[in-house]
């Protein structure tokens, strides 16, 4: 998969790690890129196909995949934050968490599919984190959700093998965004997170871990779990 003269199309485009991964593919070379927004008028990257995209709309997601019949290359990075908790939480927050990562990257996939097959198979990134794998008191929802999409994303690269569609999933811990403005931790530069996305997208990767926490946190799926939660809680 080559982003030199590729076609791309990202979702959450207008701020944040999408606004970096629409200006490093055009840097990169992409004859073209859709960036993708609920509010397009909001993405403010020149020399982009501006394009209304609300994943969590199926009719929206079918309207955009007919537009951008030409893509070889989706990025599924659109996404929310609700900082909310499963037992005690808002229901309806809880289910905005799924209804965007899990059902609105599906309902992406789902569409755009025939298309990256029609044009010779290309790629699909999902940006994942690295809460695909531990829970955080005070953000389980996003957890839960992005363990599904984590799920997701490995689903369909076997299904999508078959028309050589390369499946990519990226880890992160906390980007300095929009997103985690509330969260006082460690955080890593957007754009780093981007080039390594892109980097592992043309070595042909099926992950990504971005940073080293995502790292550390991937090798202590091997040990006790106790360890890693007595090891972080007083910094996670």
């Not at 990169?28 to 020399?47: L, M, S």
């Not at 690295?130 to 994303?153: D, I």
């Amino acid at each position: 998969m080559r982003i030199s003269g590729s076609i791309a199309l990202v979702t959450g485009a207008n701020r944040g790690i999408g606004r970096h991964f629409a200006r490093q593919l055009l840097e990169r070379g992409a004859a073209k890129v859709y960036a993708t927004a609920r509010n397009p008028e909001q993405i403010d990257t020149p020399g982009v196909d501006k394009l209304r995209l609300d994943i969590t709309d199926p009719r929206s997601v079918e309207e955009a995949a007919a537009v951008a019949s030409d893509v070889t290359l989706l990025i599924n990075n659109a996404g929310i934050s609700t900082w909310t908790n499963l037992v005690t939480g808002d229901l309806s927050k809880i289910r905005s968490e799924l209804d965007t990562h899990f059902y609105g990257t599906l309902s992406m996939v789902r569409a755009f599919a025939p298309v990256l097959g029609a044009n010779g198979g290309g790629g699909i990134l999902n940006v994942l984190s690295a809460l695909s794998w531990f829970s955080y008191n005070g953000a389980n929802a996003y957890g839960a959700a992005k363990a599904a999409e984590w799920s997701l994303t490995n689903g369909i690269r076997l299904e999508l093998a078959g028309q050589g569609t390369l499946v990519t999933g990226l880890h992160l811990g906390s980007a300095d965004t929009d997103m985690s403005a509330g969260y006082d931790g460690e955080k890593v530069d957007p754009a780093d997170v981007v080039r390594a996305a892109l980097d592992g997208i043309e070595a042909g990767r099926i992950e990504v871990l971005a940073d080293e926490w995502s790292a550390y946190v991937k090798a202590s799926l091997a040990n006790d779990p106790s360890a890693f939660y007595t090891a972080t809680a007083p910094v996670r």
